[in-house]
């Protein structure tokens, strides 16, 4: 079990998603850095999709009452275990009662706490994520506040882990910068905007504004406008949609994004850059480099090989501390 | 029938329908939605049906963007096995006015009418739902008379009630959720439109016809209690 002292900032428990029910208005939700959630699950020895803590910008204090082991993967917020600093990207082994804690954000913003077996949430709409605005998944529809215990699944404890507290071997670490430069495609109302405009989203930076959250980060740059007003139909957005309303400061679209859109869509990220941008804080800048939809999917599919290759590689390891 | 793809990112094509919102456009995408209900190729996700778009998300492990626009013009090309039934018409009873539909007065002003014309308007019609979107189940239709029409507010109200009943331009829908939002608020309905609790979480779906009933507050009342009993 997991004993939440202090919440932090915004601590939920999150998966990959809620798939198969957007077609009824339902977001898909989920964790907004998809590549540190799986790794610190595979870390843990769980399954990619188990449940892991979304842990934002300021930690919480989480004390564990079982020995099992742990990964912190995404943004570096300075963990600790009792005082001690433990490292990113690797398994940690920890015992009933201690507490890990976190400090100043190194890099990123939102850090993937895994837990060997997995946290024991129930399914909701075949996922564990929770939904904020609904209520619903996750622990009780909401986020973490000091008091809560979150049960684990069971899981066999690893005995030599319990010997070291980390180990030495760890995965590579995504490189997050606090200004990266987002790849992206054209979106499907490309087109409608002005020569300037088209130029400008792939030559000038733009700011991570105040305003920003798991549903979408605001930008603020030079507005982006379209050659000539007109009113669009909405259709359905996607996760990494970048979405320009009026006022010309455009939007992108993340985790909690709702289904459909009706604002003109410029870009759209490439899949394997979300984690990028989502771990982003205001005042962060970021720039676009323009791709195409097979270099996207090429690079999408050399990802996938790579997290299989980490895959494998941690197996080995897990074998080895036997 | 000629449909036009494009993509939306690396694991998402769009299916353009048509390029304007009516009747016969909606049961075309009708069709296509029934047509991935019952033949789903192996490398769909997902998909999110619109107004004149339907969305198919995909596993691009599964299959490239090539792959999924020729499977999908191959499918479209086919009838779907069952067609469905005529559409459903659900019934969603509306306490207009008062605390429940505080823009009401406005809406009616607006329009140089009493607010009893206006619930008479809105309660008289019957609506097609066009699309599910923004919000869970949230119902975007068609047909209400523009006499009733009022523009958006100026500013959004930070929390709008969950099912409230509201028009915004010559659209009306009802809040799923509490969420902020700029719609006039002319009721609210006892009905849950969202929930989570059943396989399909969204009591309406598109292609259904809704008609709004006048009840009073006491009627509102007791209908609340029922659904409270009913989830229990």
């Known amino acids: ?322 | 029938m000629d449909y036009s793809f494009s993509s939306l990112g690396d694991q998402a094509i769009v299916i353009d329908v048509a390029i304007e919102i009516n009747e016969e456009v909606q049961k075309r995408i009708r069709k296509i939605s029934l047509l991935l209900e019952q033949q789903a190729p192996e490398w769909m996700v997902e998909y999110i049906p619109a107004f004149t778009t339907v969305s198919v998300f995909y596993n691009p492990l599964q299959a490239d963007y090539q792959t999924v626009e020729s499977d999908l013009r191959e499918l479209l090309m086919q009838a779907p096995k069952e067609i469905e039934a005529a559409p459903r018409t659900i019934e969603i009873p509306v306490c207009y006015g008062g605390k429940f539909g505080p823009d009401l007065e406005f809406v009616a002003k607006h329009n140089g009418l009493t607010a009893q014309e206006v619930v008479q308007i809105h309660s008289s019609g019957t609506y097609s739902v066009y699309m599910i979107g923004f919000a869970p189940g949230f119902p975007f239709v068609g047909g209400m008379s523009e006499r009733i029409a009022a523009p958006r507010r100026d500013s959004p109200r930070l929390s709008i009630p969950e099912r409230s009943v509201g028009i915004a331009g010559i659209q009306t829908g009802v809040y799923p959720i509490a969420t902020p939002g700029g719609w006039q608020l002319i009721g609210r309905t006892p009905l849950r439109l969202f929930r989570p609790e059943k396989d399909v979480p969204s009591l309406l779906r598109a292609g259904d016809q809704i008609i709004f009933r006048e009840i009073t507050e006491s009627d509102y009342q007791a209908w609340q209690e029922d659904e409270h009993a009913e989830d229990h």
């Open chain 1, 1 to 322: 079990m997991l004993k939440i002292i202090k919440s932090g900032m915004q601590t939920t428990v999150q998966d990959l998603g809620r798939y198969g029910f957007q077609k009824y208005g339902v977001i898909a939700s989920g964790v907004m850095d998809p590549f540190a959630h799986r790794i610190a699950n595979l870390l843990a020895g769980n399954e990619e999709n188990a449940a892991t803590l979304e842990i934002t910008l300021v930690g919480p204090v989480i004390q564990f009452s079982e020995d099992t082991c742990i990964a912190l993967c995404g943004g570096n917020l300075s963990p600790k275990i009792n005082d001690q600093e433990v490292g990113m990207w690797r398994t940690i082994a920890v015992q009933k009662g201690d507490t890990l804690t976190f400090g100043s954000p190194r890099n990123g913003c939102r850090s993937y706490l895994a837990v060997s077996g997995g946290l024991a949430v129930p399914e909701v709409m075949s996922t564990r994520s929770t939904y904020l605005r609904a209520g619903i998944g996750g622990f009780q529809g909401r986020a973490l506040k000091a008091g809560d215990e979150i049960g684990l699944n069971p899981f066999p404890v690893d005995r030599t882990a319990a010997l070291i507290r980390e180990m030495d071997w760890l995965v590579p670490p995504l490189h997050y910068s606090d200004s990266p430069v987002i790849r992206m495609m054209e979106g499907r109302q490309f087109h409608l905007f002005n020569e300037f405009s088209k130029q400008h989203i792939f030559t000038e930076p733009f700011s991570v504004s105040s305003h920003s959250d798991r549903m979408g980060y605001r930008l603020e740059g030079s507005p982006l406008l379209l050659e000539k007003s007109s009113e669009m139909i909405s259709e359905a957005v996607a996760f990494g949609s970048i979405q320009v309303p009026s006022d010309g400061n455009p939007i992108v679209l993340l985790a909690d994004r709702q289904t459909t859109g009706g604002y003109p869509k410029i870009g759209q990220i490439a899949s394997v850059d979300l984690p990028l941008i989502s771990q982003l804080k205001p005042g962060d800048q970021l720039s676009f480099r323009k791709i195409s939809l097979e270099e996207s999917q090429a690079l999408y599919i050399g990802q996938e090989q790579q997290i299989q290759q980490i895959k494998a590689g941690i197996q080995l390891k897990r074998e080895e501390w036997k």
